[in-house]
């Protein structure tokens, strides 16, 4: 590791730990909406990373849609179902121990495998411009419009559907 | 910066996700569960980007491929609103039939 690389890694780490705990409490609070502004926590981290990687586009697109749209919707969802809004007992089922154990089971096997597939493989983002990595909103733009239209054509197609289902699912009749 | 301290968190924050998928039983969070295991997908897709994106050369004005790492996270986002959406639409009908949206109360095709 170079030295000049050693500020962006003291930023991965500060952020990393502030998401790593902020993704345990989502999953173990005890209040439905303190639940969904920890996630807030881990999105916001996840859009400074994206910004540590040179993608200020995805940092950006993470902030408006994730945050803007989908917490906002999920508070919705909280409220509308009418959730006990202060501390409830009553969000866990009893298989704690074993969710425990598979997800832990799940984290080592993909360790391992991370860590032989990868191990010592180094990058450096200094000197680079973004141009350089393709992650300017024009590449973006451009590889989107051209490479991958027709993923794009049936993305569209697919959040139509979903936009459709959505409201014949939710309205009273 | 190693690739696989992005990995690695990405895996941590996509155990968390399966962890609270598992063991909540509120509709709601579960979906912010959900939540949590497509961004770690996004961070891996975004770190293995920036990664080819220092071993190719880009062209301004040309497709490059290094943009493929931003533009497959971009589809996840896309996917991950629509999910939210139509499981929100679920839960509110669920809701509406059962008074509850207690996931583990949902048995009626249990033999």
């Known amino acids: 590791m170079t030295a000049d690389m050693l500020p962006v890694n003291i930023a991965f780490y500060a952020i990393a730990a502030i998401m790593i705990g902020a993704a345990i409490r989502v999953v173990t609070t005890k209040n439905v909406v303190h639940a969904a502004l920890w996630l807030v926590c881990v999105l916001a981290g996840a859009a400074a990373q994206f910004i540590l990687l040179a993608s200020e586009f995805m940092g950006v697109t993470q902030v408006l849609v994730y945050i803007g749209a989908i917490v906002v919707l999920l508070l919705f969802g909280i409220m509308l179902t009418r959730a006990e809004l202060g501390s409830s007992d009553d969000l866990d089922n009893n298989q704690k121990a074993v969710g425990a154990a598979v997800s832990f089971c799940l984290a080592l096997v ?3 495998v991370l860590w032989d597939a990868f191990r010592g493989e180094s990058f450096s983002l200094v000197g680079h411009t973004t141009a350089d990595l393709g992650q300017t909103t024009e590449q973006i733009s451009d590889s989107i419009f051209s490479t991958y239209l027709l993923p794009f054509e049936a993305v569209s197609v697919l959040l139509l559907a979903a936009l459709i289902g959505a409201i014949v699912l939710a309205r009273r009749d | 910066m190693l690739i696989n301290q992005f990995l690695f968190l990405a895996a941590i924050l996509f155990c968390i996700g399966v962890y609270g998928v598992l ?23 975004v770190a293995f980007g920036a990664r080819w994106g220092t071993m ?22 896309a996917v991950a609103a629509a999910e939210v959406g139509v499981g929100l639409a679920l839960i509110l009908v669920l809701f509406r039939n059962r008074r509850s949206i207690d996931i583990d109360e949902l048995d009626l095709m249990k033999g």
């Open chain 2, 56 to 77: 190719s050369t880009c062209v301004p004005g040309e497709p490059c491929a290094a943009t493929i790492g931003p533009v497959f996270a971009l589809f996840v986002i």
């Open chain 1, 110 to 112: 993909m360790g391992y």
């Open chain 2, 23 to 45: 063991v909540r039983k509120n509709g709601v969070m579960v979906l912010m569960s959900i939540e949590l295991i497509l961004n770690a997908v996004n961070i891996n897709l």
